[in-house]
């Protein structure tokens, strides 16, 4: 049964940088796509990035393109999301999700597994 925990969240000033990690246990995530998505309060849950199962494809939501990367580390079955100049907008509890394959990213709750989050907030 594969298990998903986020961290790395915190509070940071808008410009700042923070990185988020999604640790895997239970089961190797070499065979899943990993998403992170974000929920604003009062807000619907949202995709921000997703990477393949293999690492070769990677997309990001417009709203975060240029400041926000996802990698994907094998050897510590992990996904890590590095967030760049951080604007207040991107506040947030943020998720992990794990699917067979981006496509389902489409979808706020289309991910067959997910983590509990992690809370950024981004504020002066």
């Known amino acids: 049964q594969l298990q998903l925990v986020e961290s790395g969240g915190g509070l940071v000033q808008p410009g700042g940088s923070l990185r988020l990690s999604c640790t895997a246990s239970?089961?190797?995530?070499?065979?899943?796509?990993i998403g992170w998505f974000r929920q604003a309060p009062g807000n619907e849950r949202e995709v921000v990035s997703c990477?393949?199962?293999?690492?070769?494809?990677?997309n990001y939501a417009d709203s975060v393109k240029g400041r926000f990367t996802i990698s994907r580390d094998s050897a510590k079955n992990t996904v890590d999301l590095q967030m760049t100049s951080l604007k207040p907008e991107d506040t947030g509890v943020y998720y992990c999700?794990?699917?067979?394959?981006?496509?389902?990213?489409?979808?706020?709750?289309?991910?067959?597994?997910w983590g509990k989050g992690t809370v950024v907030t981004v504020s002066s």
């Open positions: 990477i393949s199962s293999g690492g070769g494809s990677t």
């Open positions: 999700g794990a699917d067979f394959a981006c496509i389902a990213s489409m979808f706020p709750d289309g991910m067959n597994y």
């Open positions: 239970g089961s190797s995530l070499d065979g899943y796509a």
